[in-house]
Structures are given as C-alpha cells and as structure tokens.
Nanobody, 127 residues
Framework: QVHLVESGGGMVQTGGSLRLSCTASGRTFSTYTMGWLSQSPGKEWYLVAAITNSGNTYYAGSVKGRFTISENGANNTVWLQMNNLKPEDTAVYYC?????????????????????WGQGTQVTVSS
C-alpha cells in the first residue's frame, strides 16, 4: 500500500503562483510514475504533469512553460510548481502513482491507470 499526502493548494489571483507537494510512504517500486491529475466541474480527468522514476517528465499542453514537476531524489516527495496561474487552472489537483511505464491518461481512464491517490487539494485562481 502507498499513502500519498498533498499540500499547498489555495486561492490566488491570475498570474500568481502556488507550489503543491506530495509525500509518499509505504511500499516502494522499481518502476513507477508520480503524476498530478486534475478534475474540475464539467470537465474530465486529465494528466497535468508526471515524472517517472528515471526523471522523465510530461506536461499537458495547457501548462507547459508554466508548471514544473520535480522530485526530491529519494523518490518520496514530488512537487508541482505552478506559475502564471490562470482561472482555467482552477480544479482539485490529485497526486497519484502508477506502477509501470505507462502514465498518460485522459478521462475516466486515469482512475483505472493510477493505482494510488492522494486526497486532493483545491486550487482556485480568481480573475
């Protein structure tokens, strides 16, 4: 079992920044990806950013150049630095882990692909 705890959400104005953190504990895996996924009312789940155990990163097109995902090298903490936030970034952001090399998902497929989830943290960007 893997336990994920997120922190760092909140409310900011357009153009502001937030840094989300996710700390993992429990089982360890040799091949995995840690991702940040979001869902907002009326929208489907989507993968915002991900980082593999080998350090490869993925960003959704809408956040590329504004968000940065990183991890602490001990593979138990991952951060999502969110800069130049926009109202459309408003959502609940979840940290999640998938075991293996496949990490891209969209919609309800994310719920099936990612094996462990945090409780979610709300990000609200006001205009």
């Amino acid at each position: 079992q893997v336990h994920l705890v997120e922190s760092g959400g909140g409310m900011v104005q357009t153009g502001g920044s937030l840094r989300l953190s996710c700390t993992a504990s429990g089982r360890t895996f040799s091949t995995y990806t840690m991702g940040w996924l979001s869902q907002s009312p009326g929208k489907e789940w989507y993968l915002v950013a991900a980082i593999t155990n080998s350090g490869n990163t993925y960003y959704a097109g809408s956040v590329k150049g504004r968000f940065t995902i990183s991890e602490n090298g001990a593979n138990n903490t991952v951060w999502l630095q969110m800069n130049n936030l926009k109202p459309e970034d408003t959502a609940v952001y979840y940290c999640a882990v998938t075991i293996g090399t496949n990490y891209y998902c969209l919609g309800n497929g994310c719920l099936a692909l990612y094996d462990y989830w945090g409780q979610g943290t709300q990000v609200t960007v006001s205009s």
